[in-house]
């Protein structure tokens, strides 16, 4: 009876230390970053207005090419984001460390330039041991690549007439390099007048194995192969 009752003490032990520990686990996992758009959703819905109030708010707020014309600089509170879909969520990471330049040339898309580099050192999930796993040998080798890049090749035509704070869309095609690694991507955009600021929001698709990483997979959960970068950019003159 004696061994018995010590059997079942320790079986309650390991339950509770198993049911402890997949509870920490999970809350570490947990997404913790939420994604703010510089764009606001009615701004970038603003362009299925009907003609007539499209026309009266152009003429109200008509932006000209000098002021979109010219060198950019990315400025705070610029912030890239990485997102993985999980079994359970989609845990987010950010990167407010961004540098770059966008030179705008609204007569000429082929004359246009950009260019935009991360610190993935300050990249960010909200919980400490999880970044520090990300950013490891393991992972992303941070110490050996200590930027994330991505250099636009070619602009999509964008309308020569805007209006201030209504999106435009936009396609930004080009080479996204991490880890060392390249893979030409092409993130679908909206581009935005603002208080003389100009702001940019963008997405585009990548796997784990477009840089060499494998898809990380626990006893907790899975994870999807691909991996989903977003521009969330202000820029000023």
Do not use: C
């Not at 602009?155 to 996204?176: C, D, I, N, R, Y």
């Amino acid at each position: 009876m004696k061994k018995r009752t010590v059997a079942i003490t320790a079986a309650i032990v390991i339950i509770a230390g198993a049911i402890t520990a997949f509870i920490l686990v999970n809350n570490s996992l947990g997404n913790k970053v939420e994604i703010e758009s510089v764009i606001p959703e009615q701004a970038q819905n603003s362009g299925a207005q009907k003609e007539g109030t499209a026309n009266a708010a152009a003429a109200a707020a008509a932006v000209t090419p000098e002021q979109l014309n010219g060198t950019w600089n990315i400025a705070e509170p610029s912030k890239v984001y990485w997102s993985v879909t999980t079994s359970k969520e989609t845990v987010n990471f950010v990167d407010p460390s961004v540098k770059g330049t966008w030179k705008v040339n609204l007569e000429d898309a082929s004359a246009m330039t950009g260019e935009g580099a991360v610190d993935m050192s300050a990249l960010d999930s909200g919980t400490a041991q999880r970044d520090e796993h990300v950013k490891g040998a393991d992972f992303l080798s941070v110490a050996e690549f200590p930027e994330a890049t991505f250099t636009v090749k070619s602009f999509s035509e964008m309308p020569k007439e805007w209006t201030e704070g209504t999106a435009v869309p936009v396609q930004l095609q080009g080479t996204l390099t991490v880890k060392g690694i390249e893979k030409e991507v092409t993130f679908d955009s909206q581009a935005a007048y603002s208080g003389g600021e100009l702001k940019l929001s963008g997405t585009t698709t990548v796997t784990f194995e477009d840089f060499g990483l494998s898809n990380p997979h626990s006893i907790v959960l899975s994870t999807e192969n691909n991996l989903e970068v977003r521009l969330e950019l202000v820029l000023k003159k």
